[in-house]
């Protein structure tokens, strides 16, 4: 059964930056799109950034030019570096596979708290 495990979220101050990690098992990356998603409190899932099977991007208007998403196929990890982080990039960060939908079963997550 495919398996998303992500890490890498912290307390950081606005204006911080912070990478996002995401293990993933039993998904080959070379064929498989991938995004970061985030919820917060009492909100629904938010797509934040997608990378295709051919490494296409987009991204959410909120964190153009500020989030940049990657994968390292060899180690089976998705990547979300996150630089200039604002209040309202506070959330609980998932990825899951998709381009336009999550199509897997959500992992546990990882908490980005941006505060001063």
């Known amino acids: 059964q495919e398996q998303f495990v992500e890490s890498g979220g912290a307390l950081v101050q606005p204006g911080g930056s912070l990478r996002l990690s995401c293990k993933v098992s039993?998904?080959?990356?070379?064929?498989?799109?991938m995004a970061w998603y985030r919820q917060a409190p009492g909100k629904e899932h938010e797509l934040v950034a997608a990378?295709?099977?051919?490494?296409?991007?987009k991204y959410a208007d909120s964190v153009k030019g500020r989030f940049t998403i990657s994968k390292n196929i060899a180690e089976k990890t998705l990547f979300l570096q996150m630089n200039n982080l604002n209040i309202e990039d506070t959330a609980v960060y998932y990825c899951?596979?998709?381009?336009?939908?999550?199509?897997?079963?959500w992992g546990q997550g990882t908490q980005v708290t941006v505060s001063a």
């Open positions: 990378i295709s099977a051919l490494d296409t991007e």
């Open positions: 899951n596979r998709g381009w336009t939908k999550p199509e897997g079963a």
């Open positions: 039993r998904i080959n990356l070379d064929f498989t799109a």
